[in-house]
């Protein structure tokens, strides 16, 4: 079993800023991809920010320059820096991971439950 824990959503003004954090618990292996999904309602779900395990990241053109992902493999956590933030990042975020549980050949999907995210203007 691996449980996904989000944290640090909530109701902030354009321009301020949020930490959202994932924690990953279970029979972890290793962790590769770490994902920050974000999902509008009436949208689809996009991808936001992607990070490895080596520390390579991979943002959404939206996000550059406003948002920073990082990870503690240690910790099994993965961060996301939200600064300069708009009312259209207002969404629900959601974290993924492909992980490596003990005992199984290869890496699996997992995620978290989402954490709201409200920016106002």
């Known amino acids: 079993q691996v449980h996904l824990a989000e944290s640090g959503g909530g109701f902030v003004q354009a321009g301020g800023s949020l930490r959202l954090s994932c924690a990953a618990s279970?029979?972890?292996?290793?962790?590769?991809?770490m994902v920050w999904y974000r999902q509008a309602p009436g949208m689809q779900r996009e991808l936001v920010a992607t990070?490895?395990?080596?520390?390579?990241?991979v943002y959404a053109d939206s996000v550059k320059g406003r948002f920073t992902v990082v990870r503690d493999n240690e910790k099994n956590t993965v961060y996301l820096q939200m600064n300069s933030l708009k009312p259209e990042d207002t969404a629900v975020y959601y974290c993924?991971?492909?992980?490596?549980?003990?005992?199984?050949?290869?890496?699996?999907?997992?995620w978290g439950r989402g954490t709201q995210v409200t920016v106002s203007s």
């Open positions: 279970g029979d972890i292996v290793r962790i590769d991809f």
């Open positions: 993924y991971a492909d992980i490596l549980l003990r005992g199984w050949l290869g890496g699996s999907d997992h």
């Open positions: 990070i490895t395990s080596g520390g390579r990241t």
